[in-house]
Protein backbone atom coordinates (compact mmCIF):
# COMPACT_ATOMS: atom_id res chain seq x y z
CA UNK A 1 0.00 0.00 0.00
CA UNK A 2 2.98 2.46 0.93
CA UNK A 3 4.13 1.68 -2.46
CA UNK A 4 1.14 2.31 -4.49
CA UNK A 5 0.94 5.81 -2.45
CA UNK A 6 4.28 6.56 -3.12
CA UNK A 7 3.75 5.73 -7.22
CA UNK A 8 0.42 7.73 -7.66
CA UNK A 9 2.61 10.45 -5.44
CA UNK A 10 5.36 11.08 -7.99
CA UNK A 11 2.86 10.41 -10.90
CA UNK A 12 0.87 13.37 -9.42
CA UNK A 13 3.89 15.00 -9.25
CA UNK A 14 5.47 14.30 -12.62
CA UNK A 15 1.67 15.23 -14.38
CA UNK A 16 1.49 18.45 -12.24
CA UNK A 17 4.56 19.09 -13.87
CA UNK A 18 4.01 18.22 -17.40
CA UNK A 19 0.88 20.37 -17.27
CA UNK A 20 3.14 23.40 -15.80
CA UNK A 21 5.36 22.96 -18.34
CA UNK A 22 3.06 22.67 -21.20
CA UNK A 23 1.06 25.82 -19.99
CA UNK A 24 4.74 27.72 -20.03
CA UNK A 25 5.13 26.76 -23.81
CA UNK A 26 1.71 27.95 -24.52
CA UNK A 27 2.39 31.20 -22.77
CA UNK A 28 5.92 30.93 -24.93
CA UNK A 29 3.40 31.13 -28.27
CA UNK A 30 0.61 33.76 -27.64
CA UNK A 31 3.87 35.75 -26.38
CA UNK A 32 4.91 35.99 -30.34
CA UNK A 33 2.40 38.38 -31.39
CA UNK A 34 3.35 40.82 -28.46
CA UNK A 35 7.02 40.49 -29.47
CA UNK A 36 6.06 41.88 -32.78
CA UNK A 37 4.18 45.03 -31.31
CA UNK A 38 7.46 45.44 -29.26
CA UNK A 39 9.49 45.36 -32.24
CA UNK A 40 7.11 48.24 -33.78
CA UNK A 41 7.46 49.96 -30.82
CA UNK A 42 11.11 49.86 -30.96
CA UNK A 43 11.29 51.03 -34.11
CA UNK A 44 8.67 54.48 -33.51
CA UNK A 45 10.76 54.95 -30.27
CA UNK A 46 14.16 55.06 -32.11
CA UNK A 47 11.87 57.45 -35.20
CA UNK A 48 10.90 59.40 -31.91
CA UNK A 49 14.84 59.09 -31.10
CA UNK A 50 15.99 60.43 -34.67
CA UNK A 51 13.78 63.53 -34.28
CA UNK A 52 14.89 64.20 -30.97
CA UNK A 53 18.34 64.06 -31.98
CA UNK A 54 17.23 66.50 -35.11
CA UNK A 55 15.47 68.65 -32.34
CA UNK A 56 18.73 68.72 -30.19
CA UNK A 57 20.99 69.50 -33.20
CA UNK A 58 19.04 72.01 -34.16
CA UNK A 59 18.68 73.79 -30.53
CA UNK A 60 22.20 73.59 -30.61
CA UNK A 61 22.75 75.20 -33.96
CA UNK A 62 20.49 77.91 -32.47
CA UNK A 63 21.57 77.82 -29.30
CA UNK A 64 25.43 79.19 -30.87
CA UNK A 65 24.11 81.37 -33.73
CA UNK A 66 22.34 83.94 -30.91
CA UNK A 67 25.97 83.51 -28.84
CA UNK A 68 27.19 84.88 -31.75
CA UNK A 69 24.64 87.40 -32.32
CA UNK A 70 24.47 88.42 -28.77
CA UNK A 71 28.85 88.70 -28.89
CA UNK A 72 28.40 90.76 -31.56
CA UNK A 73 25.57 93.11 -30.39
CA UNK A 74 28.59 93.37 -27.16
CA UNK A 75 31.24 93.75 -29.86
CA UNK A 76 33.07 90.98 -28.46
CA UNK A 77 35.18 89.57 -31.00
CA UNK A 78 36.42 86.98 -28.86
CA UNK A 79 33.06 85.53 -27.79
CA UNK A 80 31.73 85.59 -31.41
CA UNK A 81 35.03 83.93 -32.49
CA UNK A 82 34.34 81.25 -29.79
CA UNK A 83 30.80 80.66 -30.63
CA UNK A 84 31.63 80.53 -34.14
CA UNK A 85 33.73 77.80 -33.58
CA UNK A 86 31.42 75.20 -31.84
CA UNK A 87 28.53 76.34 -34.53
CA UNK A 88 31.01 74.72 -37.15
CA UNK A 89 30.98 71.84 -34.83
CA UNK A 90 26.86 71.40 -34.37
CA UNK A 91 26.61 71.83 -38.49
CA UNK A 92 29.11 69.26 -38.95
CA UNK A 93 26.96 66.43 -36.32
CA UNK A 94 23.50 67.70 -37.66
CA UNK A 95 21.58 64.66 -38.09
CA UNK A 96 19.24 65.23 -41.65
CA UNK A 97 17.98 61.15 -41.21
CA UNK A 98 14.79 61.99 -40.19
CA UNK A 99 13.71 64.50 -43.35
CA UNK A 100 12.18 63.97 -46.35
CA UNK A 101 15.03 63.33 -49.51
CA UNK A 102 14.57 66.95 -50.42
CA UNK A 103 14.84 68.49 -46.85
CA UNK A 104 17.72 66.23 -46.86
CA UNK A 105 19.08 68.19 -49.67
CA UNK A 106 18.41 71.47 -49.17
CA UNK A 107 19.57 71.14 -45.75
CA UNK A 108 23.06 69.89 -47.02
CA UNK A 109 23.71 72.97 -49.16
CA UNK A 110 22.49 75.21 -45.92
CA UNK A 111 24.76 73.33 -43.98
CA UNK A 112 27.91 73.65 -46.00
CA UNK A 113 27.25 77.26 -46.57
CA UNK A 114 26.26 77.75 -43.02
CA UNK A 115 29.91 75.59 -41.80
CA UNK A 116 31.85 77.89 -44.25
CA UNK A 117 30.41 81.03 -42.73
CA UNK A 118 31.10 79.80 -38.77
CA UNK A 119 34.41 79.23 -39.62
CA UNK A 120 35.00 82.27 -41.22
CA UNK A 121 33.41 84.00 -37.99
CA UNK A 122 35.81 81.58 -35.45
CA UNK A 123 38.63 82.73 -36.79
CA UNK A 124 38.52 86.82 -38.69
CA UNK A 125 38.47 90.49 -36.89
CA UNK A 126 34.88 91.62 -36.24
CA UNK A 127 34.21 93.62 -39.58
CA UNK A 128 34.32 90.15 -41.33
CA UNK A 129 32.80 88.32 -38.75
CA UNK A 130 29.82 90.60 -39.14
CA UNK A 131 29.86 90.60 -42.88
CA UNK A 132 29.81 86.42 -42.52
CA UNK A 133 26.96 86.62 -39.59
CA UNK A 134 24.83 87.97 -42.03
CA UNK A 135 25.62 84.95 -44.92
CA UNK A 136 25.37 82.92 -41.60
CA UNK A 137 21.77 84.27 -40.50
CA UNK A 138 20.04 83.98 -44.41
CA UNK A 139 21.27 80.17 -43.85
CA UNK A 140 20.01 79.68 -40.45
CA UNK A 141 16.63 81.41 -41.12
CA UNK A 142 16.64 78.63 -43.96
CA UNK A 143 16.88 75.99 -41.82
CA UNK A 144 14.78 76.95 -39.18
CA UNK A 145 11.62 77.34 -41.84
CA UNK A 146 12.39 73.52 -42.67
CA UNK A 147 13.64 72.43 -39.24
CA UNK A 148 10.79 74.67 -36.92
CA UNK A 149 11.68 75.58 -33.27
CA UNK A 150 10.12 74.98 -30.01
CA UNK A 151 12.13 78.83 -29.50
CA UNK A 152 9.77 81.66 -29.90
CA UNK A 153 11.86 83.80 -32.23
CA UNK A 154 11.84 87.10 -34.29
CA UNK A 155 12.93 87.43 -37.46
CA UNK A 156 14.85 91.33 -37.52
CA UNK A 157 16.04 93.70 -40.02
CA UNK A 158 18.34 96.19 -40.57
CA UNK A 159 18.16 98.41 -43.52
CA UNK A 160 21.31 100.46 -43.08
CA UNK A 161 23.82 97.72 -42.98
CA UNK A 162 26.14 96.62 -46.42
CA UNK A 163 25.80 99.99 -48.27
CA UNK A 164 21.79 100.34 -47.10
CA UNK A 165 20.83 96.86 -48.04
CA UNK A 166 20.10 95.73 -45.15
CA UNK A 167 20.74 92.55 -43.54
CA UNK A 168 18.31 89.83 -40.95
CA UNK A 169 19.10 88.23 -38.18
CA UNK A 170 17.48 85.89 -35.74
CA UNK A 171 16.29 87.32 -31.88
CA UNK A 172 14.71 85.89 -28.77
CA UNK A 173 13.37 88.91 -27.69
CA UNK A 174 11.36 91.38 -29.20
CA UNK A 175 13.72 94.44 -27.76
CA UNK A 176 16.19 94.85 -31.41
CA UNK A 177 19.32 94.58 -30.54
CA UNK A 178 21.68 95.31 -33.58
CA UNK A 179 24.58 92.63 -34.09
CA UNK A 180 25.74 94.57 -37.18
CA UNK A 181 26.01 97.73 -35.88
CA UNK A 182 26.78 96.80 -32.45
CA UNK A 183 27.33 99.84 -29.73
CA UNK A 184 27.06 102.23 -32.55
CA UNK A 185 23.37 101.86 -33.22
CA UNK A 186 22.45 98.81 -31.26
CA UNK A 187 18.43 99.41 -31.57
CA UNK A 188 18.89 100.17 -35.21
CA UNK A 189 16.34 97.96 -37.23
CA UNK A 190 12.91 96.16 -36.75
CA UNK A 191 10.85 93.34 -36.24
CA UNK A 192 10.32 91.61 -39.82
CA UNK A 193 7.89 88.55 -38.45
CA UNK A 194 7.53 86.49 -35.33
CA UNK A 195 8.33 82.35 -35.79
CA UNK A 196 6.79 80.15 -33.85
Known sequence: M???RMTVGILTMALVSLITMSC????????????SNEMHQEDAASE????????????????????????????????????????????KKFDKSS????????????????KENAEHISDSPIEHQREHFDLLSKDVIDM??????????YQDFCPMYND??????????EEIKNPYMGSKMPGCGKVQKEIN
Open 48 to 91: MMADNSSKEGSSAILDNYLKIKNALVADNQEDAAKAGGMLFTDF
Open 144 to 153: VAITGTDQKL
Open 99 to 114: YTSQEQKELTDIIEDA
Open 2 to 4: KKI
Open 164 to 173: NKGAQWLSTT
Open 24 to 35: KDGKKEGATEPM
